[in-house]
């Protein structure tokens, strides 16, 4: 029972380069979520979707795409990276309105 | 929009000691759902426990209980014996009820548990 997986864990990226986080999720949720979480600052929403084919814009959502093709599947895509995206990024999941989150367990990028 | 506002950056508390960590929220929305979550320096997301909003009790797991005033819109997370390993950060989220509500999170509280 793998629940919420986020591929990779660590990644360093050059300023500029580009790459793809992968949050895929086994227990047929709706809902995913991509946070960003920086000291001081705790969780913020980037972007979210409400089921397949949806995505919607968070808090944060500048410099930064998603797609969500797959019901579990929820990509998020940095076009060009920048040091201020540099961060621990979490993935979530949930059912539905009422039940709480499931979480991955992070990807630490560092762009330099 | 829902916003949450936690005020306590941080806290140190005696082991076995009751502790209450304050959440409060804005919200226009007449129903919705109050978390909490604790994050161990490990970094990993752990559900705490869940308040509705025309939840009539107060939502009680274990040692974990959560005092729910809404007239005040505050929700806060008490403790009860607390434990060393009750040493986190600790994030308190709402989520409204539409279709396309998102989980809002705070700024997170640190709790220390001092031996």
């Known amino acids: 029972n793998a629940g919420v997986t986020q591929t990779p864990k660590f990644r360093v990226l050059k300023t500029g380069q580009s790459m793809t986080l992968l949050c895929a999720q086994d227990m047929n949720h709706e809902y995913m979520y991509w946070y960003r979480q920086d000291p001081g600052m705790g969780l913020r929403l980037i972007h979210y979707?409400?089921?397949?084919?949806?995505?919607a814009k968070g808090e944060v959502p500048d410099g930064y795409n998603v797609s969500r093709l797959k019901k579990q599947n929820f990509l998020l895509g940095l076009e060009s990276a920048a040091p201020s995206q540099t961060s621990v990024y979490f993935c979530?999941?949930?059912?539905?309105?009422?039940?709480?989150?499931?979480f991955g367990q992070g990807t630490r990028l560092t762009v330099v | 929009a829902q916003k949450i506002t936690q005020t306590q950056p941080g806290m140190f508390v005696q082991e076995k000691e009751a502790v209450t960590l304050d959440c409060t929220y804005d919200?226009?929305?007449?129903?919705?759902?109050l978390f909490w979550y604790k994050q161990p320096s490990s970094g990993e997301m752990i559900f705490l426990i869940y308040q509705g909003s025309y939840d009539e009790q107060n939502a009680t797991e274990g040692r974990y209980s959560l005092n729910f005033q809404k007239a005040r819109k505050s929700a806060n997370l008490v403790i009860s014996a607390s434990q060393l390993g009750d040493s986190a950060m600790y994030f308190c989220a709402i989520r409204g009820r539409n279709r396309d509500d998102k989980i809002i999170f705070g700024k997170g509280t640190r709790l220390h548990i001092l031996p």
């Open positions: 979530a999941s949930s059912y539905r309105w009422g039940t709480e989150a499931f």
């Open positions: 919200t226009s929305d007449q129903s919705y759902g």
């Open positions: 979707s409400v089921g397949e084919g949806t995505t």
